[in-house]
């Protein structure tokens, strides 16, 4: 089943009231927040409100992703332990470097009993992360290692390298391409890091039609105010929909059964082009589907 995973909506699992007002939001999909915009003495809180919202049901079609804290934290087992029971979508992992840490992951899941349903999403936002996500990706191949995506994350890889974020992102965008290639590669998602600007959201499409230019599944986001921009710039048009329909019924006409490559409206169009539409026409039924 294709997943539309153009807005992913980062909160903070300490404030309640962002928690409760993302039912009603439409975002694709929520993250709910135990790592860096929890501060330490609210972890504990954070933890409960997110088991409680999360066993509640209440979000609907959205995609539902706890992030826990990084292992190299004292907070991780209880995120992870909590997050086993509540049962969301999936769990989301930072600073993930290794397949050690993978590995780390996975076997806690198993020692908790968590349902296989539950993905593993990581964020790929440590030098090491980033030089090593095709071997991070590989991992996906065994299925215990349940991993289903990586999450850009620019704010850490910044602070960890020195490496700015500035206006067209031009210093990042060889390690964005790299992840998104390695990604691929091995048949996972990937979505675009956070952007900070919450008043510039004219900057924010462009980065938002930018990420989905660089291959991205959708984008994270931090404030209920991105959403529009986001789930447009990552929208099949209109008229790329309807064209995709008409390739896949040029190739199911009986003359062009045998043939690799037809012409179209003046354009040579292969099979290949073929797959293409058939993945923009399941993404725009997704989204149909959401109700959006
Ligand atoms: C950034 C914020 C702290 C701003 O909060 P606030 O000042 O309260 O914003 P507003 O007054 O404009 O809010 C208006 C209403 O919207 C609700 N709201 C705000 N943000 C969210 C949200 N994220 N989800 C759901 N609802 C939200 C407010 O409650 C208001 O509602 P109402 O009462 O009806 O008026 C805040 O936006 C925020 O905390 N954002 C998320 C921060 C976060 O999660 N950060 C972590 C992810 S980014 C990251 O980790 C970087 C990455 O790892 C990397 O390395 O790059
Ligand atoms: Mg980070």
């Known amino acids: 089943?294709?997943?539309?995973?153009?807005?992913?909506?980062?909160?903070?699992?300490?404030?309640?009231?962002?928690?409760?007002?993302?039912?009603?939001?439409?975002?694709?999909?929520?993250?709910?927040?135990?790592?860096?915009?929890?501060?330490?003495?609210?972890?504990?809180?954070?933890?409960?409100?997110?088991?409680?919202?999360?066993?509640?049901?209440?979000?609907?079609?959205?995609?539902?992703?706890?992030?826990?804290?990084?292992?190299?934290?004292?907070?991780?087992?209880?995120?992870?332990?909590?997050?086993?029971?509540?049962?969301?979508?999936?769990?989301?992992?930072?600073?993930?470097?290794?397949?050690?840490?993978?590995?780390?992951?996975?076997?806690?899941?198993?020692?908790?009993?968590?349902?296989?349903?539950?993905?593993?999403?990581?964020?790929?936002?440590?030098?090491?992360?980033?030089?090593?996500?095709?071997?991070?990706?590989?991992?996906?191949?065994?299925?215990?290692?349940?991993?289903?995506?990586?999450?850009?994350?620019?704010?850490?890889?910044?602070?960890?390298?020195?490496i700015r974020m500035l206006p067209g992102r031009a210093a990042m965008l060889p390690m964005m391409t790299h992840c998104v290639l390695a990604a691929r590669a091995h048949g996972l998602s990937i979505l675009d890091g956070p952007y900070s600007d919450i008043g510039n959201i004219e900057g924010f499409a462009h980065e938002c039609a930018q990420a989905r230019d660089l291959g991205f599944d959708g984008k994270t986001l931090i404030h209920p105010a991105q959403i529009e921009a986001c789930n447009a710039a990552f929208t099949p048009p209109a008229e790329d929909v309807a064209y995709a329909r008409k390739v896949i019924a040029a190739f199911a006409q009986p003359e062009n059964a045998g043939r690799g490559a037809i012409q179209l409206d003046g354009r040579m169009v292969e099979r290949l082009h073929a797959e293409m539409a058939q993945k923009t026409i399941a993404i725009a039924d997704a989204i149909a589907a959401m109700g959006r």
Do not use: C
């Open 1 to 162: 089943m294709i997943r539309p995973r153009r807005s992913l909506l980062f909160m903070p699992g300490s404030n309640a009231r962002a928690l409760e007002k993302a039912r009603l939001l439409h975002a694709d999909g929520i993250i709910l927040d135990l790592e860096d915009s929890v501060a330490p003495d609210a972890k504990a809180t954070a933890r409960a409100q997110i088991a409680q919202a999360v066993a509640d049901r209440g979000y609907g079609k959205r995609e539902v992703l706890i992030r826990i804290n990084s292992l190299d934290s004292p907070w991780w087992v209880d995120d992870l332990t909590m997050a086993g029971k509540a049962r969301p979508d999936g769990v989301l992992v930072p600073k993930v470097s290794s397949v050690a840490d993978l590995t780390a992951i996975a076997d806690r899941l198993t020692d908790i009993g968590a349902d296989i349903s539950i993905k593993v999403w990581i964020m790929i936002e440590t030098a090491r992360g980033v030089l090593h996500a095709e071997g991070l990706a590989a991992a996906s191949q065994d299925s215990e290692m349940r991993l289903a995506g990586f999450v850009f994350g620019p704010n850490d890889i910044s602070r960890e390298t020195g």
